[in-house]
């Protein structure tokens, strides 16, 4: 069923704004071995991520970590890459932790921030050599306390802060009464005055500093400078109340934003925004380590997925066309409408052109699924001109939020990701599943 969807008028793509690290001849040679839909990752483009977020902090004074958020893409090949490059990793869970663990990635390069904060999950935690840990509720700095004590560690703690700011992006995760972190004060106990006091006393875990998180794809970057302000009244009144306060690690969270539909600030124009302001902290509080997480950012543009047009209808002026994706592999086109930019790939060899190929104004572009929301939103840059059934079309800056979610409505399943290496070659980096698997997975052996 296709309702619903608005009509897009497709534009010229504009091609710097691509990342086209697949050239329509190994698409071919690719879809030829493995099917679509498939996904495909480049290793550069990580690689080359990372390096410029790192470097967009490099006037700040003090040291910079940034710390991947696996949530974005926990595949295996992936967390490697950015194993390579030394980066720290974001954990959320337990899952997630054993991934890293698979992955052989050094304990102390992980920062725990948990949303349960059970005591047996911070036993596990600290048991498998984790150290630095976010707390977000007084009940869980009890829960650590109590798991450090059963494991005879001393956790490097931080405590997650809800500076409550307003946030223009359309995931917020800053704002009064949110589920996550503690206020500043507030609350009979989950309060970060009184979680600092406690945590300046405790002989079973280490006062370590402070970790916020404001959103995803952050274009609007007040929100930080709010944030920072009020952070810094927040030290000062604890150095006040406790003359030992330091803090040693201040974690800004995530929210670099990628680029989908209109063009965005890079991470160094970020980093301009509040640089200042956190060298000041530096100054007036003591230096400390600056800790930068993304998901996104590192991941989205360097992966695109390649499907397949199954199908093709007009109505009136309207052109819809049906690829074999859909947003159970894409579930953020449906669920935030992102408009990944999308692109019909050229033909490698001009007697397979399809015929016709007038530009056809208001195409709708359509997945698989049986359902009203599985209708991609069309990025300025898209370019479906030559929309023909058995042509295919590139959907870019996928690799953030979209693998992760793959589910399998319609009894769907995985499609394989191909990862092209820094030497230019392609490796198969997770399989595609099966029906049989699928059935299997679903009970289907049990009955
Ligand atoms: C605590 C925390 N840090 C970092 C991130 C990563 O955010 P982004 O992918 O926008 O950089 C998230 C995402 O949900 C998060 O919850």
């Keep these: 069923m296709v309702e619903n969807s608005q009509v897009q008028v497709v534009e010229k793509p504009t091609p710097a704004a691509l990342n086209r690290f697949v050239k329509p001849v190994d698409i071919n040679k690719l879809v030829a071995q493995y099917g679509t839909p498939l996904y495909l990752i480049d290793e550069d483009t990580l690689h080359a991520k990372a390096k410029e977020l790192h470097s967009a902090y490099s006037k700040f004074n003090g040291p910079v970590k940034v710390a991947y958020s696996i949530k974005a893409n926990f595949t295996p090949a992936v967390i490697k890459t950015f194993m390579k490059d030394g980066l720290t990793f974001d954990l959320t869970s337990l899952g997630e932790l054993y991934f890293i663990r698979q992955c052989k990635a050094d304990p102390e390069n992980v920062i725990y921030t948990s949303v349960t ?10 048991q498998s050599g984790v150290r630095r840990v976010v707390v977000s509720s007084f009940n869980g700095m009890t829960n650590l306390a109590a798991a450090a004590s059963k494991v005879g560690s001393r956790p490097l703690t931080m405590i997650r802060v809800n500076p409550e700011v307003g946030v223009k992006a359309e995931v917020r995760a800053s704002y009064r009464n949110g589920k996550f972190g503690v206020p500043f004060n507030g609350g009979t106990i989950d309060s970060a005055t009184k979680m600092v006091k406690h945590l300046m006393g405790s002989d079973l875990l280490k006062f370590e500093g402070f970790h916020f998180h404001l959103g995803s794809q952050i274009t609007d970057f007040s929100c930080y400078t709010h944030a920072l302000d009020k952070m810094d009244a927040f030290m000062t009144k604890m150095k006040k109340e406790n003359p030992a306060f330091q803090v040693n690690t201040f974690d800004i969270g995530g929210g670099t934003p990628v680029f989908y539909n209109d063009p965005v600030p890079t991470p160094a124009q970020m980093a301009e925004n509040h640089v200042g302001k956190l060298n000041q902290l530096a100054e007036t509080h003591g230096t400390y ?29 309207h052109k819809i066309v049906i690829v074999d994706a859909g947003y159970h592999i894409l579930l953020d086109a449906a669920l935030l409408k992102q408009e990944y930019p999308q692109e019909v790939v050229p033909v490698v060899n001009s007697k397979d052109k399809a015929t016709s190929l007038a530009p056809v104004k208001n195409t709708h572009l359509a997945g698989r699924l049986c359902d009203t929301y599985d209708v991609f939103p069309i990025s300025k840059v898209s370019d479906l001109n030559e929309s023909e059934v058995g042509r295919y079309i590139s959907f870019y800056n996928v690799g953030a939020y979209s693998v992760v979610f793959n589910m399998p409505f319609h009894c769907q399943t995985k499609p394989p990701i191909v990862m092209k290496n820094s030497d230019g070659d392609f490796r198969l980096v997770r399989k595609g599943t099966t029906y049989e698997h699928l059935f299997r997975e679903e009970g289907g052996e049990l009955e």
């Design 289 to 317: 380590t600056l800790m930068i997480e993304s998901g996104r950012f590192l991941v989205a543009e360097s992966s695109m997925l390649v499907s397949r047009i199954v199908n093709t209808k007009e109505y009136n002026e």
């Design 117 to 126: 904060e059970e005591q047996e999950e911070y036993i596990e935690v600290l």
